[in-house]
T-cell receptor
């Protein structure tokens, strides 16, 4: 069965420092991988996705993610964190039939 | 496009009452998803539709929950009777495989349900 794991419930980063939010996956075929962000009292918003091609995917708000097939990972990164990046981040993998399998979410806290 | 529209944004009701949540997907999207989000269980897929037909309702917690999609622009999620443990934020999302975004799902703002 396909699955997604986000091993960290919370990540704390100082403003201006690089950030990484981790995601690993398990799929039977080629993965379609996604990152979404949820700000307080809002719905989820699409950040970026990997389907094929370049392993480094660039998305909204300066975020990027690196697909690593050998490590089955799709970590979210940003070179310099902003306080406004504080939010809940979800990794997801496409199962087929257009249903996404979601990770549990990682709370990102950026401290001034 | 106005995005996915959900109503009401907040609902407070008493145990035993019927609750109806509404969703209008993005025009042209042929997939519609209902999710529930709680602190304890995270984000759960309840049911999804394709071309107004329910495809997978295995996430619906029990018979008290039902969902319909009478046409391409409207869906409802009904809880009858409601219980305090149903308190959560309910999200509706839509997607279109024919869009340039592939399988990206577009989420509504959610309905925060409180059952007293």
């Amino acid at each position: 069965a396909q699955s997604v794991a986000q091993p960290e419930d919370q990540v704390n980063v100082a403003e201006g420092n690089p950030l990484t939010v981790k995601c690993t996956y398990s799929v039977s075929g080629n993965p379609y991988l996604f990152w979404y962000v949820q700000y307080p009292n809002r719905g989820l918003q699409f950040l970026l996705k990997y389907i094929t091609g370049d392993n480094l995917v660039k998305g909204s708000y300066g975020f990027e993610a690196e697909f690593n097939k050998s490590q089955t990972s799709f970590h979210l990164k940003k070179p310099s964190a902003l306080v406004s990046d504080s939010a809940l981040y979800f990794c997801a993998v496409w199962e087929g039939n257009y249903q996404l399998i979601w990770g549990a979410g990682t709370k990102l806290i950026i401290k001034p | 496009d106005a995005g996915v529209i959900q109503s009401p944004r907040h609902e407070v009701t008493e145990m035993g009452q019927e609750v109806t949540l509404r969703c209008k997907p993005i025009s042209g999207h042929d997939y519609l998803f209902w999710y529930r989000q709680t602190m304890m269980r995270g984000l759960e897929l309840l049911i999804y539709f394709n071309n107004n037909v329910p495809i997978d309702d295995s996430g619906m917690p029990e018979d008290r929950f039902s969902a319909k999609m009478p046409n391409a622009s409207f869906s409802t999620l009904k809880i009858q009777p409601s219980e305090p443990r149903d308190s959560a934020v309910y999200f509706c999302a839509s997607s279109s495989p024919r869009s340039s975004w592939g399988n990206e799902q577009f989420f509504g703002p959610g309905t925060r349900l409180t059952v007293l």
